[in-house]
């Protein structure tokens, strides 16, 4: 009996307890249930507030930009996300599509003037984790060229890509293109990144002429100043009245400051000055050219057209380990070369050129002397110095006089000179067993006879050398050179081609005073009848306004105009 009673004593005590667990863990499942739904709630709660947060940053943001754009715009809201694609062309002007036209009209965009848009690189996440700072801030300015590019593309040339993508392109790179207004700019600081821009004639006008092409600058933009086959890169340092201004119908105060240390090339094209009386150590190597600059003022050209002074180039190589070439030119051509230059000389060891007054060429001005390397890297010095001549003058006077008191004389028939009839009978006798005479037409110069097995002339051209300059002389003046137009000729015929005849020589244009290449004849009538080149015509239908009546007239008929009405020569 008892024994049951304590059976029955410890089930109900056991179903108690498993009826007391039970209900603690349903109370500790209703718990969590209250927990996580707290949780999803507060969850709820700040998503929702960071959503209403963004959005109100957002609107503040979208606020911003219209200011932003309204102020820049002056009233006038434009901006496209396009995708960036590289067209041909000169200068900062952009290609948009039609719609962009339309968007931009019905703006009143066209009523404010000329179209200036500010250009940012749209950074995208997944193209590299770490970016620059400076990176995400590439911007530049530009203007339009037209509208046609195709819809949702924006069409770059070459010097607005650059400034947008120094490096590397992005596989889809996107541009912010937004409407801007820009003051006109009145000053403007210019650093080339390599050293000569400034020896360039005339670099002003030929820096008017890149500008010309161009609608805006901005700082820190870098553009290319083309000079025949010379490229510079000039960095914008700093602008006024903006860091971007418009450069359309503009005077501009312009600064270049010298390249940085740091930028300088020693392959560079660099005119180191020469002075007159001073010699310079110098070394070139096989196939380059050092150039040197030297003047001669007013005062010095007086004193070489009296007669009474020329002008002695010379170049001495310290070792005979190399052989060198000098050309000369004077500007505006500035680098001369094997095939454009006024004068040279290619004789083997010391080279002396005599510049006098005979020469048609020569003038007050400013000259270059090019080191051309022939053979192998030559060491030298070089030198220009002013002679005078004045005491040859005297001693070929005397010399003259002196001889024609000796009137008693027969000609050698050996070697024709004129001899003193008392002693022509032992002259004849030595000049027979020890000198010969050459043979070839037009030649006839006497030589010893151990030296005449080295006397050859040219087959080409019949010039007398020595056996070692033959070699030199076939491979500078006959061997074909090939000039960018297409012609192929021989050294003295491409010089003269070069210099008067090749569509592709620089020339200096008569209205802007750049150095521009010739180019063939004007396509229009009258302007071909005056003898204006094709550039000359473009450049000649700028208008500029009279100084006696203030009209605006095209520069290639002011001169018509001076006379047509105002009656001025």
């Not at 200068?91 to 940012?120: Q, R």
């Not at 007398?464 to 076939?474: A, D, G, R, S, V």
Request: glycine fraction near 6%.
């Amino acid at each position: 009996m008892d024994y049951e009673l304590r059976r029955a004593r410890e089930k109900l005590n056991k179903e108690q307890k498993e009826r007391k667990e039970i209900a603690l863990k349903r109370l500790e499942r209703e718990r969590k249930a209250k927990e996580e739904a707290r949780k999803q709630r507060e969850a709820l709660d700040a998503e929702r507030s960071r959503r209403v947060f963004d959005a109100e940053q957002a609107q503040i943001k979208a606020d911003d930009e219209m200011q932003e754009s309204l102020l820049v715009g002056r009233g006038i809201v434009f901006c496209r996300v396009l995708e960036a694609v590289a067209c041909q062309g000169s200068g900062d002007k952009i290609k948009l599509p039609a719609s962009c036209f339309n968007e931009l009209s019905e703006g009143g965009a066209f009523d404010k003037g000329p179209l200036y848009f500010k250009l940012s690189v749209i950074h995208q996440e997944g193209k590299s984790d770490v970016v620059d700072e400076k990176e995400k801030s590439w911007s530049t300015h530009s203007g339009v060229l037209e509208f046609t590019a195709d819809e949702g593309f924006v069409g770059l040339p070459p010097h607005v890509w650059q400034n947008l993508f120094p490096g590397d392109a992005p596989v889809i790179p996107l541009i912010e293109v937004r409407y801007a207004w820009l003051p006109k700019g009145t000053y403007a600081k210019l650093q080339p990144l390599r050293v000569g821009f400034s020896d360039l004639p005339n670099h002003k006008a030929i820096l008017e002429t890149t500008l010309r092409q161009h609608a805006t600058l901005s700082e820190d933009d870098i553009f290319i100043v083309n000079y025949g086959d010379l490229v510079y890169k000039l960095k914008v340092l700093e602008l006024k009245p903006s860091s971007s201004v418009s450069v359309l119908e503009t005077d501009i105060e312009v600064d270049i400051v010298g390249p940085d240390a740091a930028v300088e090339n020693s392959h560079d094209n660099v005119l180191k000055p020469l002075t007159f009386g001073k010699s310079e150590f110098g070394m070139v190597d096989e196939g380059h050219y050092t150039y040197y600059k030297f003047s001669i003022d007013n005062a010095t050209w007086e004193t070489i057209v009296s007669g009474d002074a020329t002008v002695e180039v010379r170049i001495e190589p310290e070792t005979n380990s190399g052989d060198s070439d000098i050309y000369i030119s004077k500007h505006p051509l500035i680098f001369p070369t094997r095939h454009q230059h006024e004068w040279s000389s290619h004789d083997i060891g010391s080279k002396t050129l005599i510049l006098s007054s005979k020469d048609k060429s020569l003038e007050a001005g400013t000259y270059t002397l090019g080191v051309y390397g022939f053979k192998g890297e030559t060491k030298y010095h070089v030198s220009v110095n002013v002679q005078d001549v004045r005491n040859q003058k005297v001693g070929q006077k005397v010399a003259s006089s002196s001889s024609s008191m000796d009137v008693d004389t027969v000609e050698c028939k050996n070697c024709k000179r004129y001899i003193p009839s008392r002693s022509i009978a032992l002259h004849e006798a030595y000049c027979s067993r020890n000198n010969v005479v050459c043979q070839h037409t037009g030649c006839g110069v006497v030589l010893r006879v151990e030296e005449a097995k080295n006397h050859v002339h040219c087959q080409k051209c019949g010039q007398p050398f020595h056996q070692e300059e033959m070699e030199k002389h076939m491979k500078v003046f006959h061997e074909p050179l090939y000039c960018p137009c297409g012609i192929v000729l021989e050294k003295e015929d491409m010089v003269q081609h070069q210099a008067s005849v090749c569509p592709l020589r620089l020339v200096p244009c008569q209205f802007c005073g750049d150095m521009v290449q010739a180019g063939s004849s004007a396509i229009d009538v009258r302007d071909k009848l005056r003898g204006l080149s094709e550039h000359e015509s473009l450049c000649g239908s700028r208008t500029a306004p009279c100084d006696s009546c203030g009209r605006s007239v095209m520069l290639k008929d002011m001169d018509i105009h001076c006379v047509a009405v105002h009656q001025k020569n």
